[in-house]
Structure formats: structure tokens, C-alpha cells
């Protein structure tokens, strides 16, 4: 019913910015929450950020905030996550996700996933 696709991965220098987009496609997408995991190598993904299907409500990993910001556009069908003051940290797989319900989630949870897009920071 949602097919998501990520572009904008890439490599960055620490303190760089970079901008995720996530296209969605399906009939039923407004009703959706949608978000953004990462996984790096090794270690199980984890939350980034969510947004309730309206932008009335927004979440964040604490490690992300004052520094990432999601938004979704509805005209376009499109997620964005806008990543600044990048640290290596922040280096994995990021993925975009739809589901139903609110913006506290976690990837047991998740109705769709896109195929992910890689971000690396370098120091």
C-alpha cells in the first residue's frame, strides 16, 4: 500500500549538513506517521525522528536534537529529515518508515520501510 524511497545519503565532513528525502507513494500515505531509523554496522536500528500524518507532532532520538529537523510536505508525498553539525557518530544507514499511530515508535512497529540510503561522516 506504501512504497518509500530514500535519496540524499552521501558522504560529509563532521559539522556538515546533509538533507534525507523519503518518497512515498500509496493510496492510504496520509494515514501514516512517518520517521526516520538509522543502523550502523553492528549495532540494531535505531529511532531518529517521527512525524504525525498532520506535522502537528514531532519526535527525536535525544542524541539528534537541536541538530536534525523532519518535516513531511503532503502535496509532494515526501519526508525530509535535514541533518546539520554532522558527527561521525551519525554515520549508518538511514531508513525511512511509515506506520500507524504516533510519534513515540519503535522499528517493532513499523509498517513500511525504504531501502536506506548511507550516510558517512568523516573527521
Known amino acids: 500500500q506504501v512504497q518509500l524511497v530514500e535519496s540524499g545519503g552521501g558522504l560529509v565532513q563532521a559539522g556538515g549538513s546533509l538533507r534525507l528525502s523519503c518518497a512515498a507513494s500509496?493510496?492510504?500515505?496520509?494515514?501514516?506517521?512517518m520517521g526516520w531509523f538509522r543502523q550502523a554496522p553492528g549495532k540494531e536500528r535505531e529511532f531518529v525522528a517521527a512525524?504525525?500524518?498532520?506535522?502537528?507532532?514531532?519526535n527525536y532520538a535525544d542524541s539528534v536534537k537541536g541538530r536534525f529537523t523532519i518535516s513531511r510536505d503532503n502535496a509532494k508525498n515526501t519526508v525530509y529529515l535535514q541533518m546539520n553539525s554532522l558527527k561521525p557518530e551519525d554515520t549508518a544507514v538511514y531508513y525511512c518508515?511509515?506506520?500507524?499511530?504516533?510519534?513515540?515508535?519503535?522499528?517493532?512497529?513499523?509498517?513500511?520501510w525504504g531501502q536506506g540510503t548511507q550516510v558517512t561522516v568523516s573527521s
Open positions: 512525524i504525525s500524518r498532520n506535522s502537528g507532532s514531532t
Open positions: 500509496g493510496r492510504t500515505f496520509s494515514s501514516y506517521a
Open positions: 518508515a511509515a506506520w500507524v499511530g504516533g510519534t513515540g515508535v519503535t522499528g517493532a512497529q513499523v509498517n513500511y
